[in-house]
Nanobody
Framework: QVQLVESGGGLVQAGGSLRLSCAAS????????MGWYRQAPGKQRELVAA???????NYADSVKGRFTISRDNANNTVYLQMNSLKPEDTAVYYC???????????WGKGTLVTVSS
């Protein structure tokens, strides 16, 4: 089993910054990709950013230039630096890890980010 534990969410004013962290633990051989998704009330879960084990990144258009994803492969940890936050960034942010077709993928329980105007 693999566990993903997120931290770093909270309440911030528009224009502020937050840094999310997600640590993976358990029976891990390797992690192909790690990423962050978010789900706002009444909306579908959407990809925010993802990063491969080699460091290639992918961002949603809505966060490009404001959010940065990074990864510590040695510690199976992924980070999301969020700057210039907007009220529309308010959502529950979920960590995701893809361990490959043989091992499956896993989700964290989520951390709430609230951006006040």
């Amino acid at each position: 089993q693999v566990q993903l534990v997120e931290s770093g969410g909270g309440l911030v004013q528009a224009g502020g910054s937050l840094r999310l962290s997600c640590a993976a633990s358990g029976s891990i051989f390797s992690i192909n990709a790690m990423g962050w998704y978010r789900q706002a009330p009444g909306k579908q879960r959407e990809l925010v950013a993802a990063i491969t084990s080699g460091g290639s990144t992918n961002y949603a258009d809505s966060v490009k230039g404001r959010f940065t994803i990074s990864r510590d492969n040695a510690n199976n940890t992924v980070y999301l630096q969020m700057n210039s936050l907007k009220p529309e960034d308010t959502a529950v942010y979920y960590c995701h890890a893809d361990l490959g077709s043989a091992w499956g993928d896993y989700w964290g329980k989520g951390t709430l980010v609230t951006v006040s105007s």
